[in-house]
Every structure is written in C-alpha cells, then in structure tokens.
C-alpha cells in the first residue's frame, strides 16, 4: 500500500506526484493501461461537464470539473512523458512561447486597439506558425474532433474572411431553403439523403452567423425546448388516461400544439 501524505490543502506538485504514483509499477492497473486513444472520451466528456458549470455559473463545480480537467491533461501529459516522447516541461515551454509570438500587441511593437485586430493578428500569426498558405488550408486545420456544427461555424469562418460570403443574411436563407429543396427530393428519391441532410445543416449554421447565433447553443436551446414540451404531453396524455403510443398521430400534434400554445401565451 501507497502512503500518500495528509495535508490540508493539496496543491499542483501532490497532483503530478500522485499521477504519478497511480501509473507506476504498484499503482493501479487500470490507469497504467490507459493510452490517449482509451481515454479520448473521458477527456472530452470532463471538458463538457466544466463547460456545464460554466454555463451554470457554479463555482463548486467549476472548482470540481476545473480540477478533473486539469487532471486528464496531466494524465496524458504523462502517458507521453513514460514513452519518452516529451515531458510536461515541453508542454509548458510550447504554450509560453506561442502565447508571447502571438500577443506582439502585449510583447512586441504591434499595435492592436480592439478585440477584433487582436483576433486578426492571432489569425495570421497563427496561419504562418502552421505553414498554412492558403484560407483552405486553415480550413482544413480545423479540428475534426470538434462537434460538427462549431466545426462547420469555424470553416464558414475562415471562408469569410476571404470575402467568400453572401451579401446579406437572406442569401444564406435564400441557400437554406434551396438545399432544404434538395434534401427533400433526395429523400423522394431514396439517395444521396446523407449528403443533402449534411448540406442542410451546413447551410443552416451559415445562416446562423449572419445573426451572431452559435449553432451548438441553438440546437441545445432547441434540444431543451423540445424535452419541456414533451414533458407536457406526455403529462396530458396521462390525465387522459391514454398511453402515448395509442394515441393517433392527429392526436400526438393536438397535444403538442396545445402544449406549444399555453407555453407561448
């Protein structure tokens, strides 16, 4: 047995050294046998439940899932650091060194007065540092890991910033309906619905932008909506004494509209 110390308050070296301990020979099986491919679910889903809190703007569980973060990237740091392929001193050393070459405006004799020059300078510097020569390269850099609607909102972004954009927010409406067109008659037709459904969604977080939306904030509002709405349904449903499965289809829009309705007014 492992006799890790008492302390009152426990700070960033007891971390490292009890991850440490707990991928040593003697420590626990199941973290030793962890690479950044088993993990990378885990990963992602404690950035989610920080990013909940945040949401949520609770402090206890920001401190919680801050903690929990903190430790996975320490946990993979360190899956790199047993190979010997580089140690939590390379990460540190990378991250200081691109956070000074992109802020020249706070290191350097650049001059940015707003927000929105610091975002253009960081892009550029951004796009030399990766080599990155053309506006689809930095498309394609973008990372396939992201959920799909933030990654399709960076892509139209970095498209816009080469002019290629519509005019105004009714082109891409005008572009929604026109592959709204297309995805129904791919269904009709029974091909290609993948495809247009994929354009649909693609066009839909275009439009989107032209009002400052985030997609992945809509569909989660929309996601919530629905949830709250079919709660009340089903609460209908039961004080008619019917099941919702035998209940028509006219039947189940009747609910959902009345449900709709009492919630707007």
């Known amino acids: ?9 426990y700070d960033m070296d007891d971390l490292v050294r009890l991850l440490r301990i707990l991928r040593a020979p003697g420590g626990c099986p199941w973290d030793r046998e962890q ?29 919680e ?18 190979a010997g392929r580089f140690t939590t001193d390379d990460v540190t ?3 200081v060194r691109k956070l000074i070459y992109r802020h020249p405006h706070v290191f350097g004799d650049v001059r940015a007065d707003n927000s929105d020059e610091v975002l253009k300078n960081w892009e550029q510097l951004k796009r030399a540092e990766k080599g990155q020569r053309t506006a689809a390269d930095a498309m394609d850099a973008v990372a396939r890991s992201l959920p799909a609607l933030w990654r399709a909102d960076k892509v139209q972004s970095k498209a816009e910033k080469t002019g290629f954009r519509f005019a105004d927010a009714d082109g891409s409406l005008d572009k929604l309906e026109e592959e709204v067109r297309e995805l129904r008659e791919a269904v009709e037709r029974g091909t290609n619905v993948e495809e247009e459904l994929g354009d649909v969604l693609f066009a839909a977080v275009n439009a989107g932008r032209y009002r400052g939306v985030d997609p992945e904030d809509a ?4 996601c ?4 709250r709405r ?33 919630e707007k007014a």
Not at 1 to 9: H, S
Not at 65 to 82: C, P, R, S, T
């Open 1 to 9: 047995m492992v006799q890790f110390p008492d302390k009152p308050v």
């Open 35 to 63: 690479t950044h491919v088993s993990n990378r679910r885990n990963f992602l889903e404690e950035a989610y439940e920080a990013a909940d809190a945040f949401d949520r703007d609770d402090p206890d569980d920001m401190c």
């Open 65 to 82: 899932e801050l903690g929990d973060m903190l430790m996975q990237v320490l946990f993979n740091i360190h899956i790199e650091e047993d």
């Open 93 to 95: 050393d990378h991250v």
């Open 219 to 222: 569909l989660n509002a929309a």
């Open 224 to 227: 919530d909506k629905f949830v």
């Open 230 to 262: 079919f709660r009340g349904v089903e609460a209908a449903a039961a004080a008619r004494g019917t099941p919702l499965d035998k209940l028509s289809e006219d039947e189940l829009r009747a609910l959902w509209n009345a449900v709709k309705k009492e």
